[in-house]
């Protein structure tokens, strides 16, 4: 993707300045601009410094208050790394949030997003059981053959009164990392249930993410869903947005699609191309996390490591290598592996790799620290996927919840500054339509 693009030619640009003690971010659309303020310390005000403001639970101030409150549902919630992202668009145009419902079928989950963002209702159930629907033709010419139908007293009491669906639907069957049923998994289809419950809530703005490789899907999955919101009057944008072009310390990337019932949506593109900064580093994202390791909380506990990852992790650091040789890896990941980061240890002057699922085994990705001879923890995982450092994962039933589900819940998140940069696509046309009325 290519961000150099002249500032001076983009309807979109942001920019970041010193006022007061504060970092001031502004972002003009035409000749709107809408500015919020952190407190400053000693950095810069750059976009790493904001940033960084925010992984440590800053929350911004918007010099312009809309007295305006926006609703919001979140299927496929997980514990809301969406609506994290959501909040802080919202935060920053001086709009008000208000976090509506949580579908999700992980209990625990709905209750993290619940305490996280205040959330009214939570349902628990597989979201293809909440709608009935029925689509006739193929991708372009795809429609719905009568009106989507909720089929859950909670959504029912809902239509009208939502403003943004938010939805990150199983991405496990167009990942390329799934070599057996990609393209033509039957999870895709639950795509399909985002606009069917967007257009049955008759809701005015519409987020969707998913892996890049979603639009590969055999059965064109994103060309059916844009059809099929076309159809129903909403306009759609689509495209990819990376977290290290945003600034951000990770070079995970994901697939947006954006609708909007009132005028259109900024193009996806364009948000990219504004908000487009040099990366922070993982030394920069991390380094106040250094003092928290064996702090006694469950998010801080380094991972016990078998004897040979210890052993090939302390390689790593009495060598100052970064990669692992093949005499050195178990006869698996020996000679013809395609996947040399595998053992790998992160460079702390670069963004970290995309974390997934695996990040606490060295034998899963590049995710042994850079500095200290073990795997990240979890909160520092946390971080670099966008929670901030007040983030409550602990529920009223697990109070030191589950290993596995913590490390499902912050892997399978989408990075905070991406929600964010797509939620401004859709928006920022409603804090201007907002302004002219």
């Given at each position: ?13 942001q ?34 410094s ?18 305006k ?9 997980g ?20 976090s ?33 629907y ?8 795809a ?12 959504l ?17 069957g ?11 998994d ?65 070079t ?8 909007t ?29 250094k ?11 380094p ?5 040979d ?36 240890r992160m ?40 929670f901030?450092?007040?983030f ?11 290993r ?7 892997g ?26």
């Amino acid at each position: 993707m290519d961000l150099k693009v002249d500032a001076e030619s983009r309807l979109l640009h942001q920019s970041f300045s010193l006022i007061d003690g504060c970092i001031v971010r502004t972002l003009s659309l035409g000749e709107r601009a809408y500015s919020s303020r952190v407190p400053a310390s000693s950095e810069t005000a750059v976009a790493s410094s904001w940033w960084q403001k925010y992984m440590r639970g800053a929350v911004p101030i918007a010099e312009e208050k809309v007295g305006k409150t926006l609703t919001s549902i979140d299927l496929f919630s997980g514990t809301g790394g969406l609506t994290s992202g959501l909040r802080q668009a919202c935060t920053e145009l001086g709009f008000n949030l208000r976090s509506l419902c949580a579908v999700d079928q992980d209990v625990d989950a709905t209750e993290v997003h619940s305490n996280n963002h205040a959330t009214e209702e939570r349902i628990t159930k597989s979201v293809s059981e909440l709608v009935d629907y029925q689509i006739r033709g193929i991708r372009d010419a795809a429609r719905f053959t009568y009106a989507p139908d909720l089929l859950d007293s909670k959504l029912l009491a809902l239509i009208g009164s939502v403003d943004v669906v938010l939805a990150g639907p199983p991405c496990q069957g167009h990942s390329n990392l799934n070599n057996q049923s990609r393209r033509t998994d039957r999870r895709n289809e639950l795509y399909l249930t985002v606009p069917a419950i967007a257009i049955a809530l008759q809701a005015r703005m519409v987020v969707i993410e998913n892996v890049p490789a979603v639009i590969h899907d055999e059965d064109g999955v994103i060309d059916v869903t844009t059809a099929l919101f076309n159809e129903a009057g909403y306009k759609v944008s689509v495209g990819v947005l990376r977290a290290d072009y945003l600034g951000w310390p990770q070079t995970r990337e994901r697939f947006f699609m954006v609708a909007t019932l009132k005028g259109a949506p900024i193009g996806i593109g364009e948000v990219a191309q504004a908000l487009a900064a040099s990366p922070m580093s993982v030394s920069e994202a991390l380094l106040d996390l250094k003092y928290h390791v064996h702090s006694g909380s469950f998010l801080d506990q380094p991972t016990n490591l078998s004897p040979d990852n210890k052993r090939r992790i302390d390689y790593l650091f009495n060598n100052d290598v970064y990669d692992l040789p093949n005499s050195e890896r178990p006869d698996c990941h020996k000679d013809g592996t395609t996947y040399k980061a595998v053992y790998g240890r992160m460079y702390g002057d670069r963004p970290a790799p995309t974390l997934t699922t695996g990040f606490l085994t060295p034998g899963r990705g590049r995710f042994v620290h850079p500095f200290e001879p073990r795997v990240l923890t979890l909160r520092e995982a946390a971080r670099i996927q966008g929670f901030p450092s007040d983030f409550q994962f602990n529920t009223v039933s697990a109070p030191v919840p589950l290993r596995a589900k913590l490390v499902k819940w912050i892997g399978d998140a989408v990075p905070m500054p991406l929600g964010y940069a797509a939620s401004l696509a859709v928006l920022l046309p409603e804090r201007a339509r907002t302004q002219s009325a």
